[in-house]
């Protein structure tokens, strides 16, 4: 018999969880969380990978909704590592008492919806079962990693490991010899510190990708007191901007200036920190192609001028797509890391893996002796995640099966189908092309007062329409085609995993846009939702 004694189910503690069980917990209901991890953080618990940190400046990244959590944390870097981001998201756990009601080494397997309880069931691993009237998944877009499918992977006889799933053990590279499949962000970050101590590190490229400066420092004590007080405004302009960075397009177009004055914004911005030079750049950069031919024209100068051996330099420089087509890896040194003696480069488009050895790794060319090999073969992104919890909405149809031909959602937070159920940072919601925390506080706002206002009015079920979702979807693939970002191919669309329909994930327009149309919902009782 499953047991009933909660209101809401949450599924995972990581940034969006944990916020959103504080904020029902203020409602008065009774919430139970489940986490597959050993410990809160979500991202920042799993990816403690050599050189993981924030591509967003540390204060951005903050939960705003506690004056005296940002009053009391200290941040010592401008964009912090994964350590102190997992310290950071433990004290606000700790601070608001929130792992009384978080089970943790829980691996959710199923959930099922019961029409006549008006109830969701949910399956853990281990056997347990519990039931609640809503259930909410805090799952995220970048958690169901992905190794590849190579023969051999479990012959390799020296340690290996997905950089999504570090041991908590330091890992010593110190004349060791390493491998590193995989050159996307979480490639960059930690071939550029392994390098620093392999006796040897080889780096197996399938595609290259358009990195830039992090140009990260640390923060002095004697500017924490001004750095705080500046959050009112530093969460203002993050508001204000399109995708809750503190980064603003330029609102000229790059064909309204001089070459010179062109120039000179591009080296200004790329030696600035952070995602200025992709989202503070001239605004047709990533809509127009024309535009962004300039701007990647520049990226690849900068590739040339970095790396000492043109040879090298070329296979690092991608193309198949436009700078700024797919999110940026930011990057200390990761060029300059080729230029070392114990740094070599594989491009897997000229000589492919074969299989991989008891010894390491074999190509159509060679085989490469290794100790350790790193698999940073990143993620089934966005609903990848869902895929491996076995969803079923009232009728018995799995969600799996519902989005086979690609995810169609309401607002990116319910399924036509789905009474109940919400999904923070779900496909197509406003916070999957945004800063995660300044926009995760948007869905969980959002849908604790949805909570409240069927609490009040004493409905006891929600669900979006066929027709509203219908309609929000067609709205996503709109907004899609005005920008670069579906053109290429990545996780924005699904195209990174081998044999998946490609499709749009994300929504681009904005959170400007996808607030408005969250409060016009509201303003207008909830409209494209059936509640009863």
């Not at 970048?142 to 023969?151: G, K, N, T, V």
């Not at 996780?491 to 990174?496: E, H, I, K, M, P």
């Amino acid at each position: 018999m499953a047991n009933t004694a909660c209101d809401a189910i949450i599924i995972v503690a990581g940034v969006s969880g944990l916020y959103q069980l504080y904020r029902l917990r203020e409602l008065g209901l009774k919430v139970r969380a489940f986490e597959a991890g050993g410990g809160v953080g979500g991202t920042w618990y799993w990816n403690r990978y050599p050189g993981a940190r924030f591509d967003s400046e540390s204060y951005t990244y903050a939960y705003s909704f506690s004056e005296e959590i940002l009053q009391e944390w200290n941040w010592s870097e401008h964009f912090s590592g994964q350590p102190e981001n997992e310290r950071y998201f433990n004290f606000v756990a700790d601070k608001l008492d929130l792992r009384k009601d978080i089970q943790f080494d829980s691996t959710v397997t199923a959930a099922r919806f019961l029409p006549a309880e008006n109830q969701w069931e949910v399956a853990i691993e281990s056997g347990e079962k519990v039931r609640a009237r809503f259930l909410i998944t805090a799952i995220g877009i970048l958690s169901a990693y992905q190794m590849p499918r190579i023969e051999g992977i479990e012959s390799f006889q020296g340690q290996y490991c997905h950089t999504a799933r570090w041991p908590k053990e330091l890992i010593d590279f110190t004349g060791k010899r390493v491998g590193v499949i995989g050159t996307g962000a979480t490639g960059v970050q930690v071939i550029q510190e392994v390098a620093k101590t392999a006796g040897h590190l080889t780096v197996f490229q399938l595609d290259a990708n358009w990195c830039a400066p992090l140009h990260n420092a640390k923060i002095a004590d004697t500017e924490q007191d001004a750095l705080k007080a500046r959050y009112p405004e530093l969460f203002s302009r993050c508001r204000s901007t399109m995708s809750g960075f503190l980064h603003q397009f330029d609102r000229r177009s790059i064909f309204e200036v001089s070459v010179e004055e062109r120039e000179a914004l591009f080296e200004k911005l790329y030696g600035e920190p952070g995602f200025g030079i992709w989202l503070a750049n001239f605004r047709d950069t990533v809509t127009d192609e024309r535009a962004n031919a300039i701007i990647t024209d520049f990226i690849a100068r900068k590739i040339r001028e970095r790396v000492k051996d043109p040879k090298v330099a070329d296979i690092l420089i991608p193309k198949d797509h436009g700078f700024g087509m797919k999110r940026v890896p930011m990057e200390t040194g990761y060029y300059e890391a080729y230029n070392q003696d114990n740094v070599s480069l594989v491009d897997l488009r000229a000589t492919p893996i074969e299989r991989i050895t008891p010894r390491g790794v074999k190509t159509s060319v060679r085989e490469y002796d290794l100790d350790i090999l790193i698999y940073a073969t990143g993620f089934d992104a966005v609903t990848g995640a869902f895929r491996r919890i076995d969803i079923r909405g009232k009728d018995g149809q799995s969600l799996t099966d519902k989005w086979a031909g690609g995810p169609e959602t309401y607002l990116g937070m319910q399924v036509a189908g789905f009474p109940n159920m919400f999904m923070l940072v779900g496909p197509h919601n406003g916070a999957t092309l945004c800063n995660i925390p300044r926009c995760i506080e948007q869905n969980v706002e959002w849908v604790t007062d949805c909570l409240g206002y069927m609490k009040e009015h004493n409905f006891q079920r929600i669900e979006a329409t066929r027709e509203a979702e219908l309609a929000w979807t067609e709205h996503v693939y709109e907004y899609a085609q005005k920008s670069l970002l579906s053109k290429a191919d990545s996780w924005f669309t699904g195209a990174n995993v081998p044999g998946r329909k490609r499709t749009v994930l994300l929504y681009v327009g904005g959170q400007d846009n996808y607030r408005k149309k969250c409060d016009e919902v509201v303003a207008r009782n909830y409209e494209g939702f059936a509640l009863g």
